[in-house]
C-alpha cells in the first residue's frame, strides 16, 4: 500500500466518537476486499513466466535461450509494478466505500 490514508472531515463527521475504530474495521475489510499482497505478486510471477518464456523463445532464434529468458523476466518486473497500483486503487476505494457506508466525512 502506498503511503494513503484517508482524512475525515472532524466539523462535517456526525459520529466522531466512532472514526478511529470504523478506520481499523474499514482498513482490515478493504485489504481483504483488494487482496493487494496476493495481486503483486501473481502480477510478477506470471509477468516472469510469460516474460521469461518470450524472451527464451527470442534468445533461441538470437542464440542464447537463458539470455533471452533472463531478459523477458527482467521485462516482467513492470506488470507486477501494475498489478501493485491496481490493488492498491482497489484497496482506497474499498477503504472509501466502507466509511462512507458507515457515515463518515471523508475529505480524499
Known sequence: MSGWHPIVDPRMDPHPETVQRDMVECKELAKQASDITKEVAMGAGVGAVTGAAGGAAI???????????????????????????????DFKRAFKTCMRQRDHKLVN
Open 59 to 89: 534468445g533461441a532464434i538470437a542464440g542464447s535461450a537463458a539470455t533471452g529468458a533472463a531478459g523477458g523476466a527482467i521485462l516482467a518486473i513492470p506488470a507486477g509494478l501494475w498489478k501493485g497500483y491496481e490493488a492498491n486503487e
